[in-house]
T-cell receptor
Framework: QKEVEQNSGPLSVPEGAIASLNCTYSDRVSQSFFWYRQYSGKSPELIMSIYSNGDKEDGRFTAQLNKASQYVSLLIRDSQPSDSATYLCAVSPRYSNYQLIWGAGTKLIIKP | DTGVSQDPRHKITKRGQNVTFRCDPISEHNRLYWYRQTLGQGPEFLTY????????KSRLLSDRFSAERPKGSFSTLEIQRTEQGDSAMYLC????????????FGPGTRLLVL
């Protein structure tokens, strides 16, 4: 089992709809969770970090963390074509206070 | 704050040649990380510096790879005797010291080994 798993996609969503991206992780004691967006040929850029159970909202983005079920999700409201990218989930494991374990990413396509 | 910078942005080399990449982190960040990323995969951890000390190196990293951060500021990653399998995007990131600090990435260096 991979430490951090994401559906590779592509996930196709109509413009204006809600895009829902999911990530599961294996280390129950993980403390820090990150969503990064990566455009083709570019480096990852941080969308949101979340550390506590529940929802965290930032503009059109909402991160949801459920430590009991070991999943973290990212919702994108009012999806725009510019949101088309690969979304990477990263988790800070118990055995390291600096290393991040990365999922392979979900490719999101927003159709106009 | 000028962000993380990397140089060069692209490098094409022939198999067997040595290459060196440079990373300049965000100035107040003590932690610096190197990753490698291939198509369709997430970043793969290579090594990590706390100031000038290299505290961890991935087991996946062969002896052909070496990294330095001599004065705790910029860092270099050298690959000796490059192989075609080394072709990838090499990413540098930096962060503060606290637990759970966000890592900020540079633009990356894309290496192609012919």
């Amino acid at each position: 089992q991979k430490e951090v798993e994401q559906n590779s996609g592509p996930l196709s969503v109509p413009e204006g709809a809600i895009a829902s991206l999911n990530c599961t992780y294996s280390d129950r004691v993980s403390q820090s969770f990150f969503w990064y967006r990566q455009y083709s040929g570019k480096s990852p850029e941080l969308i949101m970090s979340i550390y506590s159970n529940g929802d965290k909202e930032d503009g059109r983005f909402t991160a949801q963390l459920n430590k009991a079920s070991q999943y973290v999700s990212l919702l994108i409201r009012d999806s725009q074509p510019s949101d088309s990218a690969t979304y990477l989930c990263a988790v800070s494991p118990r055995y390291s206070n600096y290393q991040l374990i990365w999922g392979a990413g979900t490719k999101l396509i927003i159709k106009p | 704050d000028t962000g993380v910078s990397q140089d060069p942005r692209h490098k094409i080399t022939k198999r067997g040649q040595n290459v060196t990449f440079r990373c300049d982190p965000i100035s107040e960040h003590n932690r610096l990380y190197w990753y490698r990323q291939t198509l369709g995969q997430g970043p793969e951890f290579l090594t990590y510096f706390q100031n000038e000390a290299q505290l961890e190196k991935s087991r996946l990293l062969s002896d052909r790879f070496s990294a330095e951060r001599p004065k705790g500021s910029f860092s270099t990653l050298e690959i000796q005797r490059t192989e075609q399998g080394d072709s990838a995007m090499y990413l540098c990131a930096s962060s503060g010291d606290s637990l759970g600090e966000t890592q900020y990435f540079g633009p990356g260096t894309r290496l192609l080994v012919l």
